[in-house]
Every structure is written in structure tokens, then in C-alpha cells.
């Protein structure tokens, strides 16, 4: 089968909430050549993100298009995509993979998935339901070694795996004001998650400001009111924060890296953001108050020289940053950053150049995991949103995920193909 034309480079990103969008919308502009068409799909879920948070993204992609996953499959078949990013959990990228497996369209996608962020929990269940991708994203020379050891840890092929780095790092490089002061917190939805914690680190905040009176304080949020995260957020700090509060303090929302534009202190307990600030040399520190754990995330940020707690905040310390410890994590203020993706884009350019590519083959098969297989699936069915009773999609699904229990993927394309045809 002749090989694609390297210059017309097709790519659909399938992304399941704001955060996901926006790695995988950045990330397709990062690995394929410039000019590429990019169209974007969502999923139809509870972390459905609204028009604002698309676009607070910050890339040149067209608002995507809301689907279900057994849509975005017949897209893939009848728009013929070269490249196909999955920026989704990873029982979703599990599930999509099997659904890819048997739509077998003329030439199948190269497939691309990774992860958004900072690593620190779920590594080798994340990663295992990842396996099977063309190329696995590792966001850090850190994460690509530990994605290829928990790959050869258990015997699978880890040649997917490909160093790059986060996609949206970036802006201007910071630079004291002599009239600016700004210290900013980055709030998680769901680190901390107890009620108490989280108001911990609000009354913190609010004393920091009174302490400082000359000093703005910003408390960072990642949605408004009614909107979803790619985490649940049970406990938002604009409820916890009814109370009169500082003029020096306020609750903003938007673009981290408009933000980070005016910030001269990060804090944050494990967010992303502190990688987002340390690219751009922005002083950052990571919260110790609530302890290091890795329930709190704030354990990957061992030997970054970051960790702190607010009392020492607020009598003006400011960490400094292990040279060692950025390097390693992707944070590249040396100025390779823009190299960073180009092994990732050459990987796909070569694979799309090839004259065919091989069947997608996930690690877990009804062989390898035939306990926890099904229930992935199941829990992640791509037909979530139809009705049970009367959809033809549900009925091939259906039949499609019995037939991967019993027979494996490749036994059971021809019934995961009748989507093309519905």
C-alpha cells in the first residue's frame, strides 16, 4: 500500500475534558509538519468543556466538535485521518484502541496519545492502557524512562515511547517590575480533595495578603461555576471563600499563561503551572504544609529544591530551583525547548512514510488481562451516550466487546467495521 504524501498530514485529536483538549490540540501542532488540518473532537461526558475553557487553549484549532466515541470512530473511517492524537484517560485510550484495532479503514491512523501533565499517580495502569499507540508522549527525559521500564517490565514493546516535553511551556521569560509584587496561587480542582485542606490553604492565602497589604494576590481558579474539570472539584474555593476577603486579593480565572504574564510567585501545591512558571524562570514554590504524599502530587517535586511551606513564604523566602532537577523534567531554559518535539515529529513523519502500518496491538488482550480487560471496556464503552434500547451502534459495540473477550482483536474486526456502516 503506498505510503502518505509527508506534506498533507490529516490530524484528529479526540480529547475527553478542558485539560486533555488542550494538550492534544497543542500537541498535534507540535508533531505535525505546519499547515496541517487539525480537527478537533470531545467527547460527550461530564467533563464536557465549555466555549471558554476551548478557548483559553490557546491554539490555532477550530472549536472542536462534540461526539461520542462510536462518532469519532466512523469519522476516523470516513475522513481517512493520517494522524489520530487520543488526548484521553487511559481507559478511554484503551478502549479507542481496541475500537481502532477493527475499524480497519483503507489505511489505518498513526496514533498518538500521552499524558498532560506531571506523572504521579496510576503510572503503570496509565501506561499499560496506553500501550499499544504508535508513539507514547514522554512530557520529560524523567518520564521517558520510567514509561520504558514499566513497558519492559512487563515484556511489552516500548519503542512507542518518545521523549518531548509539555506542550504549552512557553511565553516570556520573567522579568522584575519595580511596581509589580503579584504572588499567585494555582489552585487544583482536586489536590488537596478534603474540605479542610482546601480551606487551610484559603485562610493561608488570605493571611499571606494581610500580611502584605502592598502586594496583590491572586488565587488562580480553573473554572467557573457549572463548569467541569478532567478532575471533580467537590470543594470550590469560590464557595470556601464567601467571607470578606483582602482588597489585595483576588479570584481570577483565564489563560496560566497570560497569568503567569504578572506573576513574581508561584505557589502551588503539585499543578502543572510550576512547570508552566519555571520555563519562564518565574520564582516558583511547592507546598509542604499539608505534607509531602503522593495522594497531594507534591512528592515528584523531590530534589527540585522547590518545597516549602507558608510560613516560610511568608517571611520572604523564594526556593531556587535545582538546575539538575529542570533539566530532567523537561524545563529547558537553555533554550532547547524548541527542538523538543522535533524526534516526536520525525517519528510520525517516518511512520507515515512507511508502506504500511502494523495491526494495533494493546498489551492487554483477553490473554493477558482477561479480569480486568472487559471491565475497562466496559466501563468506557464508546457508545456511552446512546440509547440502550434502540441504538445499532450500541448492538455492534455490544457484540464487538464479546467478541474481544473471546477471540481478541483481530477475530473480531469484521463486526467492529459494520460502524462504518451505520
Known amino acids: 500500500m503506498p505510503s502518505r504524501n509527508r506534506e498533507a498530514v490529516r490530524v484528529a485529536v479526540l480529547a475527553d475534558s478542558d485539560t486533555r483538549w488542550k494538550w492534544g490540540a497543542l500537541t498535534a501542532r507540535r508533531i505535525s509538519p505546519p499547515g496541517s488540518p487539525v480537527t478537533g473532537f470531545v467527547l460527550r461526558g461530564r467533563a464536557t468543556p465549555t466555549t471558554r475553557q476551548l478557548a483559553e487553549v490557546?491554539?490555532?484549532?477550530?472549536?472542536?466538535?462534540?461526539?461520542?466515541?462510536?462518532?469519532?470512530l466512523r469519522a476516523v473511517r470516513q475522513d481517512a485521518y493520517d494522524v489520530v492524537v487520543l488526548a484521553l484517560v487511559g481507559g478511554t485510550v484503551q478502549?479507542?484502541?481496541?475500537?481502532l484495532a477493527g475499524t480497519a479503514p483503507p489505511r489505518r491512523p498513526v496514533v498518538v496519545t500521552g499524558y498532560v501533565g506531571v506523572v504521579y499517580e496510576k503510572l503503570a495502569d496509565g501506561l499499560l492502557l496506553r500501550h499499544g499507540a504508535d508513539v507514547v508522549l514522554a512530557n520529560s527525559r524523567h518520564d521517558?524512562?520510567?514509561?520504558?521500564?514499566?513497558?519492559?517490565?512487563?515484556?511489552?514493546?516500548?519503542?512507542?515511547?518518545?521523549?518531548?516535553?509539555?506542550?504549552?511551556?512557553?511565553?516570556?521569560?520573567?522579568?522584575?517590575?519595580?511596581?509589580?509584587?503579584?504572588?499567585?496561587?494555582?489552585?487544583?480542582?482536586?489536590?488537596?480533595?478534603?474540605?479542610?485542606?482546601?480551606?487551610?490553604?484559603?485562610?493561608?492565602?488570605?493571611?499571606?495578603?494581610?500580611?502584605?497589604?502592598?502586594?496583590e494576590v491572586l488565587l488562580k481558579l480553573r473554572s467557573r461555576p457549572g463548569e467541569h474539570t478532567t478532575h471533580v472539584e467537590e470543594h470550590p474555593y469560590q464557595k470556601l471563600a464567601r467571607g470578606p476577603l483582602p482588597p489585595n486579593l483576588r479570584l481570577v480565572h483565564g489563560h496560566m499563561g497570560e497569568v503567569l504574564d504578572r506573576t513574581d510567585l508561584l505557589?502551588?501545591?503539585?499543578?502543572?503551572?510550576?512547570l508552566e512558571a519555571l520555563h519562564r524562570g518565574v520564582p516558583t514554590a511547592v507546598l509542604t504544609d499539608l505534607g509531602v504524599r503522593e495522594a497531594l502530587g507534591n512528592h515528584h517535586f523531590l530534589g527540585s529544591g522547590l518545597l516549602t511551606s507558608w510560613d516560610r513564604l511568608d517571611g520572604g523566602h523564594r526556593p531556587r530551583p535545582d538546575a539538575r532537577w529542570l533539566a530532567d523534567q523537561g524545563v529547558a531554559a537553555d533554550g532547547?525547548?524548541?527542538?523538543?518535539?522535533?524526534?516526536?515529529?520525525?517519528?510520525?513523519?517516518?511512520?507515515?512514510?512507511?508502506?504500511?502500518?502494523?495491526?494495533?496491538?494493546?498489551?492487554?488482550?483477553?490473554?493477558?488481562?482477561?479480569?480486568?480487560?472487559?471491565?475497562?471496556?466496559?466501563?468506557?464503552?464508546?457508545d456511552a451516550t446512546e440509547p440502550p434500547a434502540t441504538s445499532p451502534v450500541r448492538r455492534v459495540l455490544r457484540d464487538a466487546a464479546r467478541g474481544v473477550y473471546r477471540h481478541g482483536v483481530q477475530r473480531v474486526a469484521p463486526v467492529i467495521r459494520r460502524l462504518g456502516e451505520l
Open 58 to 72: 490557546g491554539a490555532d484549532v477550530a472549536a472542536p466538535r462534540e461526539v461520542t466515541g462510536a462518532e469519532f
Open 95 to 99: 478502549a479507542m484502541l481496541h475500537g
Open 144 to 215: 521517558a524512562r520510567r514509561f520504558r521500564a514499566v513497558y519492559e517490565g512487563v515484556g511489552a514493546d516500548a519503542s512507542a515511547v518518545v521523549e518531548a516535553a509539555l506542550p504549552f511551556l512557553g511565553g516570556a521569560r520573567y522579568a522584575p517590575a519595580p511596581d509589580r509584587d503579584t504572588v499567585v496561587f494555582a489552585a487544583q480542582p482536586s489536590v488537596p480533595a478534603p474540605r479542610a485542606d482546601r480551606a487551610y490553604l484559603l485562610r493561608r492565602l488570605v493571611e499571606h495578603a494581610r500580611l502584605h497589604p502592598h502586594r
Open 267 to 274: 505557589v502551588t501545591v503539585s499543578s502543572t503551572a510550576a
Open 336 to 382: 532547547s525547548y524548541a527542538t523538543a518535539f522535533d524526534a516526536a515529529r520525525a517519528r510520525v513523519l517516518d511512520l507515515l512514510a512507511a508502506p504500511a502500518l502494523p495491526p494495533i496491538a494493546p498489551y492487554y488482550t483477553p490473554a493477558t488481562a482477561p479480569g480486568y480487560l472487559p471491565g475497562v471496556l466496559g466501563r468506557h464503552r464508546l
